[in-house]
């Protein structure tokens, strides 16, 4: 693991020592060290698995510096193969997973499925997916794996510990959409024992060692769904900038769902606000948010979609539509205890890999440098830090049910 959040300030011990210390917060994470080569199984949605595991590349040890001299243009984007002994290993798993790949005649095609397996795209020194969505704007290396997780664990701060907000009641089949590190797929599957969870993403950045009833799946969404099953519930979180078409992705999670099945939709909303006028306009930290949803909208992935969730759910016919807003705040900026510590952690989960979340934005939706954006995040950086700014970001949460007749 690296890139750890630092500690909570020493000025503050009450609430550091309510915080779980990050390092041994998490499962997943620790799965992530504990376990060998990933074992991933190729969706029957689609023909054409071809992805990008980030493990066979050198993970950095600390957020990856940008290549200042890199705007996004052909040289600062490269597409790669590393065959190195992680994903031939990789390699050997699917082989065994797909028993009609085994004969000598279908070798050749399934090396060329695996090298697109092995392909991942490189941009201004961080890792994308090479598979599926290329248009997705977070990396996949190391350092942002540790902030979904680190995110994780933030939204069970936000929600109580729980791993849902909708009341699902018993469920036999789950659909974790972009399912990320797993992390909320294996401990969905660790407290469902009787429910089979499967965990979709473009990207194979899972462990392998994970609940027996938890399979992750490596495919793109967006692409038309071929379930041979349907779920009792699907969840969908932190899903806002991936999709392009989310009435259609709204309507297939309806197709897909048993009569009486529900999906949850939880995402934050950009950009940040403040209700006590605190936010300047013209503060680095407001114009982050504001660039960050101009840039989204230019690639035609904005971050602001979880305020139209409600209405995508009720024009595709789904009932008992609930819709819910929480706060994080910005850092410790408020009185009471509990958004003292979710603004602690929602500091850290912003600033951890502020690089990350911004260096694609910025240069492929605004036309930035990476020096021009390393400077202004520097300000951004600082503010997002200061207790003199009362600003906060939107969690929305809706959930909703298929009728069932
Ligand atoms: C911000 S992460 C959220 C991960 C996870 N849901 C969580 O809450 O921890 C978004 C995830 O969606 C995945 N993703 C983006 N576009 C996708 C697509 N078209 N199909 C499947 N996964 C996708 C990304 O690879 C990434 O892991």
Redesign the pocket.
């Known amino acids: 693991m690296v890139n750890k959040p630092d500690p909570p300030p020493a000025a503050d011990p009450p609430l550091a020592s309510a915080s779980p210390s990050p390092p041994t917060s998490f499962d997943a994470s620790r799965s992530r060290q504990e376990v060998g080569p990933r074992s991933h199984q190729h969706s029957s949605l689609h023909h054409e698995p071809t992805t990008a595991p980030p493990s066979a590349i050198a993970p950095p040890d600390e957020e990856p510096r940008l290549d200042p001299s890199d705007g996004f243009d052909s040289a600062g984007v490269e597409e790669q193969v590393v065959p190195d002994s992680d994903s031939l290993a990789d390699f050997d798993d699917f082989r065994d997973y797909d028993s009609a790949l085994g004969d000598e005649d279908d070798l050749s095609s399934t090396q060329s499925i695996m090298s697109s397996i092995m392909r991942f795209r490189e941009e201004n020194g961080r890792t994308y997916?090479g598979y599926?969505?290329r248009t997705?704007v977070?990396p996949?290396d190391e350092p942002e794996m540790d902030r979904?997780d680190f995110?994780?664990h933030l939204?069970g701060l936000t929600f109580d510990h729980k791993l849902t907000v909708c009341p699902i009641g018993r469920v036999h089949r789950v659909l974790?959409?972009?399912?990320?590190?797993g992390?909320?797929a294996m401990d969905f599957a660790e407290e469902h024992p009787e429910t089979t969870v499967i965990g979709?993403?473009?990207?194979p950045?899972q462990p392998s060692f994970v609940p027996p009833n938890c399979i992750f799946e490596i495919?793109?969404?967006?692409k038309p769904w071929n379930f041979t099953y349907k779920f009792d519930f699907i969840h969908s979180?932190?899903?806002t900038g991936?999709?392009q078409d989310w009435p259609r992705f709204v309507q297939q999670c309806y197709e897909n769902l048993e009569p009486g099945g529900h999906i949850e939709m939880i995402d934050v909303s950009f950009p940040n606000r403040s209700d006590d006028h605190t936010l300047p306009p013209d503060s680095a930290l407001q114009k982050w948010g504001n660039y960050m949803l101009e840039a989204s909208i230019n690639l035609g992935c904005p971050l602001n979609t979880a305020e139209t969730y409600r209405g995508l759910l009720h024009d595709q016919g789904f009932v008992d539509i609930e819709e819910k807003v929480y706060k994080w705040p910005q850092n410790r900026w408020p009185a009471d205890k509990k958004h003292k510590e979710i603004g602690l952690w929602t500091m850290e989960n912003f600033t951890s890999n502020l690089s990350g979340l911004s260096v694609a934005l910025f240069t492929r939706g605004l036309g930035w440098s990476t020096t021009d954006l390393e400077v202004f995040l520097v300000d951004v950086r600082r503010e997002m830090k200061s207790m003199k700014i009362h600003s906060y970001w939107p969690i929305y949460v809706v959930y909703a049910q298929k009728p069932i007749n």
């Open positions: 997916n599926g969505n997705y977070l996949n979904l995110q994780h939204l974790d959409v972009g399912t990320g590190t992390i909320w979709i993403d473009v990207s950045i495919d793109d969404l967006e979180r932190m899903m991936s999709f």
